[in-house]
């Protein structure tokens, strides 16, 4: 399956750049989202170099009306045919705290869950009236392993994987695909802020060929590395007890 026409959210750093940059290709229109223009323009122009046609819009994807409004002129010209949904905060305790705050758990829940579903409404009618379309939302390993340190963002990517894994069912037989990426630690802006261990670390290159792969092959959740991924599969099987046990060398708390 090819991608013509390609939508993808927190492209400005990370594991979106590192997605745009590895899809960047002639004939391909990339849609770059982001808050920070100025690294939005820079990662544009590394795919313009690379023969794709790039739009950026700095926009703050809790605010759906604006998005709504971006989404419509891309839309326009061109069925968009894969939104990569992978805009997200991580946010949890400092290292004073017990547990994070009420407003930092609200505004994890908005960014990370809520605007991705209002996301996701945004572009779903026209891929239904097209009969095709694909969509990649991407949630973590934290979906299938609570963190202590971070409630709200566990929550946030739990929340991310069933609506991801539910959509892809109630949609398929319209012809679009919804595919949930869950990766482990990537190196990135949002895990310096991570002040804890990061077994099996992986760079953002190499989470978003994984990702890509995945979407190729339309499998449902797309979860790496590998052995962390299945660990936190099987996880949820065994005891709570055992498994909290098993998560002790993993605390960590969040730089600001
Ligand atoms: N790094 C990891 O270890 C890891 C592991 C599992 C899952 N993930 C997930 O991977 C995704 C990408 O994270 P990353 O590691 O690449 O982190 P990152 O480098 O911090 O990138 C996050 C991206 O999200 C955008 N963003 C954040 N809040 C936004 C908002 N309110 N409106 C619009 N854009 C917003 C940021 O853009 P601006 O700064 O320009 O707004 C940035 O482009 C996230 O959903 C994250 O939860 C990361």
Not at 177 to 187: E, M
Not at 194 to 212: N, Y
Request: aromatic share 4%; charged share 20%.
């Amino acid at each position: 399956m090819d991608f013509k026409t390609i939508v993808i959210t927190g492209a400005s750093s990370g594991i979106g750049e590192a997605l745009a940059r590895a899809l960047a290709a002639p004939g391909r229109t990339l849609a770059l989202l982001g808050r920070n223009i100025e690294r939005l323009e820079a990662v544009a122009a590394a795919c313009r170099a690379k023969g794709a046609t790039c739009r950026v819009a700095s926009v703050d994807q809790t605010d759906t009306a604006r998005l709504s409004a971006i989404l419509e002129e891309v839309g326009r010209e061109t069925a968009i045919d894969l939104l990569i949904a992978n805009a997200g905060i991580l946010d949890g305790r400092s290292v004073d705290e017990t547990v994070e705050s009420g407003s930092a758990a609200r505004r994890v829940l908005e960014t990370n869950l809520l605007a991705t579903v209002d996301l996701v409404h945004l572009v779903l009618p026209a891929m239904r009236r097209n009969g095709c379309g694909s969509i990649a939302l991407v949630a973590s390993l934290a979906s299938l392993v609570p963190l202590p340190d971070a409630p709200a963002y566990s929550a946030s990517k739990a929340g991310l994987l069933s609506y991801g894994l539910a959509l892809r069912d109630a949609v398929a037989a319209e012809g679009i695909r919804v595919v949930v990426a869950c990766p482990g630690f990537v190196a990135t802006a949002m895990a310096d802020k991570h002040l804890g261990p990061r077994p099996g670390e992986i760079s953002a290159e190499d989470a978003a060929e994984r990702i890509i792969t995945g979407l190729k092959r339309n499998r449902a959740m797309i979860g790496f590395p590998f052995v962390p991924f299945w660990l936190s599969r099987l996880s949820l099987l065994v005891p709570e007890g055992i498994r909290r046990r098993g998560m002790r060398n993993t605390r960590f708390h969040v730089g600001r």
